[in-house]
């Protein structure tokens, strides 16, 4: 098991998330950057629902009762084992009472720790994924004690990869026309495209919020549904990219919908950073 | 009865399906006959359907699944017969304690209506709301059928913490807070009863197409309720419903 010594500053524990029960009004969840979560429980050999420790900003410390191996991948928080640096995006060897800490980031925003056989939280409707209200704990805390799943799985020794930096650094989003596109006048979709966009100070699990808004008429829709990775407007213009933990329906008109990938590459940015959207034909 | 329906795609993996922009009750048992259909058909890799007012949202396993053929599918499928049964909808009896204790906003709506505040429980209490849809929080239901006369705007600021089963009123709607939430309705009770638990195979006992009508308790028999759904010996109060 792996015990927190201090959690830094936002942790959870995540999986894929959760499927078919919407219309129960419960959220997806799951890692917000799913591509760094697989690849560091593929680089295990784990199940692609293995459940891991997502980091947000600032890293954890950590320490192992037990002999293990890790991989972390996403954002570069500058992890150490013991004393030592150790590298991300490769598998890596833990002995019992080995201490892992981590610290501010260096590139991204969302630091993601796979341990052999997965993290043995508790699941709830088919998900280990935090979310208040659904499991007993929405975030990490010093003390908790994670206990591992055991594992069988044959481990490639040493297994790595190089992840391009393009998924820290692009300020390209890649979006879709959502259900509402066709409301905005042709003046909206050329600003819309135009526009160089800086994420708010309000971006969370939940959703982000962009600072430049765009000026529209449009009207409300009646409440309809909405998913991770749809962009809504709102009647002051403002931009809501709605992300892995937000609510299953809206009211506002949602104008686009990002690619998965875009998803991904969105929850490596923060408060500050700036992106433009890229209009992909269905 | 057929409508003109839209399907548009929404994202890599999911279609959407759009009815007519009306609340309606034909609209709605349309939608439900359609999800039905959907997932009693035999369409292959949807992970989700989820319906809404005038709404049903398709989500695929895969993404770049084939659209065209796809939204064919689901076309000749609405055109099949129905199976959807309405009377498999239930009405539910939901007690609820307008006392000052949680009515917090019940005077000042009485003042701004001009009229007391037993005329606007009885004008709560004597409704039968249809649920349309669950959205918002786990287990909060979008209900149908508010009194014209107890629609209230919204408190220009939200609060940011709303008890868990209170019941309020927000422009045209009526709902219950399934779990403590930050909130901008108006409230004027709270109800023992609890819209959901995650632990529960099926979380929320209502679905689309039931209806729900609050009765007043007292204070007292609040408590008394209270304590027997905190032990999980509790039984709902429901009827089938008939056409």
Known sequence: ?282 | MAFNLKYKPYGERSILIEWPSIVDEKVLFDVLSFKEKIRNSTIELIINVNTAYNSILITYKFLNFNLNKSINKLKDLYLQKETYNKSACKQWRIPVCYDDFFAIDLDDMASAKNCSKEAIIKRHSQMSYTVYCVGFLPGFLYLGGLDGTLFTPRKATPRLKVEKGAIAIGGKQTGVYPMESPGGWNIIGNTPISFFDASKSTPCFAKPGDRITFYAVSLKTYYNTKALVDAGVYQMESEVLHD
Do not use: W
């Open chain 1, 1 to 282: 098991m792996i015990k927190v010594i201090t959690p830094g500053f936002y942790a959870t524990i995540q999986d894929l998330g959760r499927f078919g029960c919407q219309h129960f009004g419960v959220p997806h969840s799951g890692a917000m950057d799913a591509y760094s979560a697989s690849l560091a429980n593929r680089l295990l050999g784990n199940n692609k629902e293995a459940a891991l420790i997502e980091m947000t900003m600032t890293g954890a410390k950590l320490e192992f009762n037990c002999s293990t191996s890790i991989c972390i991948t996403g954002a570069d928080m500058l992890p150490q084992l013991n004393v030592a640096k150790i590298p991300l995006n490769k598998s890596i060897a833990i002995q019992t009472g080995d201490i892992l800490s981590f610290g501010k980031t260096s590139m991204g925003f969302r630091c993601y720790l796979a341990v052999s056989g997965g993290i043995n939280s508790e699941k709830v409707m088919n998900s280990r994924s935090m979310y208040k209200n659904i499991t007993k704990h929405h975030v990490l805390a010093k003390n908790d004690i994670l206990p591992i799943i055991e594992s069988s799985a044959i481990k490639a020794k040493n297994a790595s990869v190089k992840v391009n930096k393009a998924h820290f650094l692009s300020e390209t989003i890649e979006v879709y026309k959502g259900p509402e596109f066709y409301m905005l006048s042709k003046a909206e979709r050329h600003e819309l495209f135009a526009t160089k966009f800086v994420i708010s100070k309000d971006n969370n699990r939940m959703a982000y919020q962009l600072e430049q808004t765009l000026a529209n008429n449009l009207d409300a829709i009646i409440t309809s549904l909405v998913m991770p990775g749809t962009v809504q407007l709102t009647p002051s213009g403002k931009l809501i990219i709605l992300m892995r933990d937000c609510q299953t329906t809206g009211g506002y008109p949602r104008i686009l919908q990002l690619k998965e990938s875009a998803i991904h590459v969105l929850a490596q940015k923060y408060t500050g950073h700036s992106f433009s959207f890229k209009l992909l034909d269905y």
